[in-house]
Antibody, heavy 122, light 108 residues
Framework: EVQLVESGGGLVQPGGSLRLSCVASGFTFSSFWMSWVRQAPGKGLEWVANIKQDGSEKYYVGSVMGRFTISRDNAKNSLHLQMNSLRAEDTAIYYC???????????????WGQGTLVTVSS | EIVLTQSPGTLSLSPGETATLSCRASQIVSTRYLAWYQQKPGQAPRLLIYGASSRATGVPDRFSGSGSGTDFTLTISRLEPEDFAVYYCQQYGSSPWTFGQGTKVEIK
């Protein structure tokens, strides 16, 4: 059974930092691009970033570029999101998401974690 | 960035009826890269349709996707009680990947 388990969310002040993690199991983690998707309270979904299988390519949505860094550790089946200079508008549930079979970058998200809540507030 | 606009915002229907959800893109989206997701309160999204018309594993055949270019449709035939939820379209062909704002299908 595929499982994606996020952790690391919490309350942080504006301008602060937080590091999210996602541990994967039940599939060959190193074979797939991995993504972070967020959802502000009561709002829709927003793709945040993705990373290639070997970590050599990373892409971000414009609103987080230069502030967030996605990374992965294939030996530990883990995905990370380092979030710096956090703003109130970064408040959201952050989901780790993965394709199910497609190994290319342009793939739908078959699997999702349960999400971890990040709240940016003073 | 490709903007996806979903309509209507809310659809009020009774079980057994057919729901027709629209997703319009600001630029042409390859049919290979258009997906639909279902989300229920307190849950993560669930992939329903990928490649505009292919059902994901385990998705009932009452869910069907169609469309091309800039206009895509998700049709839910014979609505079941468990189908009342929010539905999102997504394009993953042109970075950044984008989602529509969602259509809520509620019980009338």
């Amino acid at each position: 059974e595929v499982q994606l388990v996020e952790s690391g969310g919490g309350l942080v002040q504006p301008g602060g930092s937080l590091r999210l993690s996602c541990v994967a199991s039940g599939f060959t983690f190193s074979s797939f691009w991995m993504s972070w998707v967020r959802q502000a309270p009561g709002k829709g979904l927003e793709w945040v970033a993705n990373i290639k299988q070997d970590g050599s390519e990373k892409y971000y949505v414009g609103s987080v570029m230069g502030r967030f860094t996605i990374s992965r550790d294939n030996a530990k089946n883990s995905l990370h999101l380092q979030m710096n200079s956090l703003r109130a508008e970064d408040t959201a549930i952050y989901y780790c998401a993965s394709p199910g079979a497609e190994v290319e970058r342009r793939a739908p998200f078959d699997y999702w974690g349960q999400g971890t809540l990040v709240t940016v507030s003073s | 960035e490709i903007v996806l606009t979903q309509s209507p915002g809310t659809l009020s229907l009774s079980p057994g009826e057919t729901a027709t959800l629209s997703c319009r893109a600001s630029q042409i989206v390859s049919t290979r890269y258009l997906a639909w997701y279902q989300q229920k309160p307190g849950q993560a999204p669930r992939l329903l349709i990928y490649g505009a018309s292919s059902r994901a594993t385990g998705v009932p055949d009452r869910f069907s996707g169609s469309g091309s270019g800039t206009d895509f449709t998700l049709t839910i035939s014979r609505l079941e009680p468990e189908d009342f939820a929010v539905y999102y379209c997504q394009q993953y062909g042109s970075s950044p990947w984008t989602f529509g704002q969602g259509t809520k299908v509620e019980i009338k």
